[in-house]
């Protein structure tokens, strides 16, 4: 099945677009505006609350609304768990997202049908409480930490707290919206309960993920013929293509030390004496009873990487030649059902077969290649396979006509009417009277009575996935088979949780400049108006120095004007520049720490003083290890406009208490004092300098 999902929430912007759910509170981005910048793009949408003591949640499709409020018990049946109020709440104040309606873009590309999308994991298979990792090692985690789960059942999955069913809380819910007939296209909507730990701690718009663990399927159906091959035998064919192929042996296989067939080894024969090509196991028909084919339905096979469309080929290991290439494939296609078409008849005897079904591979879907297609000779890897039960059986004649469906237990959706497992059904065809009877017992099911033109098809149990039948030729009926119908393959996934994201809203601040200066007075000697010793501590009577905030300072001046080396002397503000007067520690809550003070500048910015000599000063963050502070490095000359230097000497150095705001400076080179220093501003904080 050539089945391709692509994932892109704005199909007009270049490349693939996320949905974005943001925490802040109220709707963030809005479909149909100007950023993001196309109206096909989804994102945020207004959830409602009717009360926030038992109220009801709204925003979304009908069907989410009423997953998420356990309408009918819709959310509590599915997964074991319901929303509380503090979580309703917190929904109607962040809000959720909603996709585009193609955010999910299907492709059939051989005529498949496509007839369902659904979440899973990688393999096509339910969710069932996988851990979310942001990356090797790191989980993704609410604020209060907890890890995440995930967990899925069809158009619906969850992020919980616990890997335990029906345990811990709901933190997310996402919904995939499969309104289109033909299942080519859908949305996603998502909503979150409470927010998420976002890593970064650098970024206050960090973004995090559901990453490619949460994935959509389609479940897909198409036919496989035989007529890509030609007259001829083998010990296995194959037809499809790379991503969806069936593989067709015997049962009883015998290769020598090289991998090629054997005379004593089943063979598969290809002819085309019937409605199209058709195939047999040793000849041309199924006419020995007890003769087997084993049908394997496979994916990755590298054989069919050219649009050839079939192969046949007497080694089970890569040889040359044109009939010598290995059965080598990646993985398995697990489906819910199949059929088979008898084509080439002899004779007028009804026609008597088994089919067994099965899961090959093991837990892991370990694809069975090469020498150990076979296992133990003759037919040892097959001896190994799990059974997979049948929930129904169907019949139709060779003019289409329905001729029965038998089902062992009760009718699987009610619809009726239905056979009774083991009866007999006559009917009169233009190939003659059929007395058609079907028996299911576990994985088997034992058809007789059946005509040319005649096509079987079963479903499995309870929903379980088989990959792999065998038909066992069971009467003295010759027949043989042109078609092998999949119902319902689990074609194609790709991740889709790497595209929903949950952005920090980030804290929020109200600053203004306070009253206090940093002033430096360059008279030699500490002066007690304005200067500070550079042994005095930080705070309190221990701990670090003024002077050790300086320590790292790279390329310091040496005024030859002034005694000694090093800083002529430091100062200190004596408080915070700035007064905080409000703001936000936004939804994640305050860190530990939840007000710190930085200085930053723009490189290269003048300072608005110069040296005695004349040169402008420029600013600098401080890099490596003298990260954090802000450092006056000397321009280089230029006669009335200076320009800035990278590596210019510095002149003055300053630094903040992270804890309190208060500034510190430490100066190397006498200042212009005739030229007073501008304030200089980053972000909303004011730094005022005073050199005297």
């Not at 091959?229 to 593989?247: E, F």
């Amino acid at each position: 099945m050539a089945i391709t999902i692509t994932i892109d929430n704005d199909t007009v912007a270049a490349g693939s677009q996320p949905l974005i759910e943001d925490e802040s509170l109220g709707v963030q981005t809005p479909a149909g505006t100007a950023t993001p910048p196309s109206t096909d793009t989804g994102n945020e949408v207004d959830v409602t609350l009717t009360n926030p003591v038992g109220g009801t949640l709204g925003g979304f499709q009908t069907t989410f609304n009423n997953f998420l409020n356990n309408v009918g018990s819709a959310l509590s049946t599915t997964f074991g768990l319901t929303l509380g109020d503090t979580q309703r709440v917190f929904a109607a104040a962040n809000d959720g997202a909603s996709s585009a309606s193609n955010f999910i873009t299907v492709t059939a590309s051989a005529g498949e049908t496509v007839s369902d999308l659904f979440f899973s994991d990688s393999a096509g298979a339910a969710l069932d409480g996988d851990q979310v990792f942001i990356s090797a090692g790191v989980p993704l985690q609410t604020t209060s930490g907890d890890n995440i789960y995930l967990w899925s059942s069809g158009d619906f999955a969850i992020a919980t707290t616990s890997s335990t069913a029906g345990a811990g809380r709901i933190v997310a819910a996402f919904y995939l919206n499969d309104t289109d007939p033909n299942h080519l296209q859908a949305q996603v909507q998502m909503v979150t309960f409470e927010a998420l730990k976002h890593p970064n701690t650098g970024s206050f718009d960090d973004a995090v993920n559901f990453t490619n663990l949460l994935q959509v399927s389609a479940a897909g159906s198409t036919s496989f013929n035989f007529d890509a091959l030609k007259s001829s035998g083998g010990i296995w064919a194959a037809v499809g293509n790379n991503q969806s192929a069936i593989v067709v042996s015997g049962y009883s296989l015998d290769v020598d030390s090289a991998g090629k067939i054997q005379n004593t080894s089943d063979k598969i024969a290809v002819s085309q004496g019937g409605t199209g090509t058709t195939i047999g196991v040793n000849n041309q028909l199924f006419d020995h009873v007890g003769e087997r084919a084993v049908f394997t339905l496979v994916s990755g096979l590298d054989s069919l990487t050219s649009a050839n469309g079939g192969i046949l080929s007497d080694y089970v290991v890569d040889h040359t030649g044109p009939t010598a290439e290995g059965l080598n494939y990646t993985g398995y296609i697990n489906v819910v059902g199949a059929g088979i078409f008898v084509s080439q008849t002899q004779g007028n005897l009804p026609k008597d077969f088994n089919i067994d079904l099965y899961h090959a591979g093991g837990a892991g879907n370990v694809p069975e290649v090469g020498f150990n297609y076979i296992g133990t000779e003759p037919s040892g890897a097959f001896q190994d396979d799990s059974g997979v039960n049948v929930a129904t059986v169907t019949i139709k004649a060779d003019d289409g006509h329905v001729v029965g469906t038998w089902v062992l237990g009760a009718d699987p959706d009610g619809a009726g009417p239905l056979q009774a497992n083991g009866a007999t059904v006559t009917y009169t065809s233009p190939n003659g009277t059929a007395h058609v009877q079907v028996t299911i017992s576990g994985n088997d099911i034992d058809i007789n009575g059946v005509l040319g033109g005649y096509t079987a098809s079963w479903t499995s149990a309870n929903g379980a996935t088989f990959n792999r039948f065998t038909l066992t030729d069971s009467g003295s009926g010759q027949f043989d088979v042109g078609r092998v119908d999949l119902i319902q393959g689990l074609a194609s996934h790709t991740p889709v949780g790497g595209n929903l994201v949950v952005q920090d809203d980030g804290p929020t601040i109200t600053a203004a400049p306070s009253t206090q200066t940093v002033t430096h007075d360059e008279t030699p000697g500490v002066q007690a108006d304005t200067d500070v010793a550079g042994t005095a501590f930080i705070t309190g009577g221990s701990g670090a120095t003024v002077s050790s905030l300086f320590t790292n300072v790279p390329s310091q001046g040496d005024d030859l004007d002034v005694a000694g080396t090093g800083a002529i002397g430091f100062a200190r503000s004596g408080g915070s520049l700035v007064n905080v007067t409000g703001g936000s520690a936004g939804t994640d809550g305050p860190a530990a720490q939840e007000l710190t003070y930085a200085l930053h500048v723009t490189d290269g910015t003048f300072s608005g003083v110069s040296t005695t000599e004349g040169t402008q000063i420029f600013l600098y963050n401080g890099t490596g290890s003298a990260a954090g502070l802000v450092l006056g490095r000397v321009g280089t000359e230029g006669g009335a406009t200076d320009t800035a230097n990278a590596s210019g000497t510095v002149a003055f150095a300053l630094a903040a208490n992270s804890l309190t705001g208060e500034v510190f400076i430490s100066q190397y080179l006498s200042l212009n004092i005739r030229r007073v220093a501008r304030p200089t501003t980053s972000r909303s904080r004011l730094l005022r300098l005073r050199f005297r």
